[in-house]
């Protein structure tokens, strides 16, 4: 009974190669947010959707593009990986509104740029 | 902005008491949240407080000030799988559905 899932668990990409995690849910959320984590870090916010409208960080790179389609899935674009991005990256959803108390989160896709 | 400060790390001994900080500098929030991470997993909720104020869960109890701009974690009765990260949370008045981690504290408990 899974609730976030995100695909592939490990990713190896070379540098330049664009690449595409995945992240689906079945929790119905309007919320979903993708994060970054570079080890011994917090996760830090790289967008985040509430149903389509879509939250871009003002210091999230260009490099960085999201697509959500539907409620269920989400899709982190990187264009052009760069060593620097080699890190965990996590999806989480959460329902939205000022009681909103709780996210959960995918076991996350570790990426490799070799 | 804002800006959530942790202790980088904190150990202490199985059945132990410990306690973890949050201090932060924020243009308000809705409520502070806890979670753990351990190595190579997912962050998972803890607990949340969306007024001043204890709330306990098990072995888990959060602080809230608003007025200290304080927060913290109490562990009680340490076991060796509380070794974990621990990060604090808020979601930013007016932008309810962002969720901004602190910096993280790295908890380790020895026999």
């Known amino acids: 009974d899974a609730m976030v899932i995100q695909n592939p668990r490990y990713q190896v990409t070379q540098f330049g190669k664009p690449v595409t995690l995945s992240c689906s849910q079945t929790l119905n959320h309007n919320v979903m947010y993708w994060y970054q984590q570079k080890s011994s870090q917090a996760p830090k916010l790289l967008f985040h959707?509430?149903?389509?409208?879509?939250?871009n960080e003002a210091d999230t790179p260009d490099n960085f593009q999201s697509r959500r389609p539907n409620t269920s899935f989400c899709f982190l674009d990187i264009r052009s990986p760069g060593l620097g991005d080699a890190a965990m990256y996590l999806c989480?959803?959460?329902?939205?509104?000022?009681?909103?108390?709780?996210?959960?989160f995918g076991q996350g896709t570790r990426l490799t740029v070799v | 902005g804002q800006s959530l400060e942790q202790p980088s790390e904190v150990t202490a001994v199985e059945g132990a008491i410990v306690q973890i900080n949050c201090t932060y500098q924020t243009s308000g929030f809705y409520g502070l949240s806890w979670y753990q991470q351990h190595d190579g997993g997912a962050p998972t909720f803890l607990s949340y407080?969306?007024?001043?104020g204890l709330e306990e869960t098990g072995r888990f109890s959060s602080f809230l000030s608003r007025s200290d701009s304080y927060g913290y974690l109490l562990l009680q009765e340490l076991q060796m799988k509380d070794s974990a990260s621990y990060f604090c949370?808020?979601?930013?008045?007016?932008?309810?559905?962002?969720?901004?981690f602190g910096t993280g504290t790295r908890l380790q408990v020895f026999p």
């Open positions: 949370a808020v979601s930013p008045r007016g932008n309810t559905d962002k969720l901004i």
């Open positions: 959707y509430y149903d389509k409208d879509f939250n």
């Open positions: 989480a959803t959460s329902r939205a509104g000022y009681m909103n108390t709780e996210a959960f």
């Open positions: 407080n969306a007024l001043d």
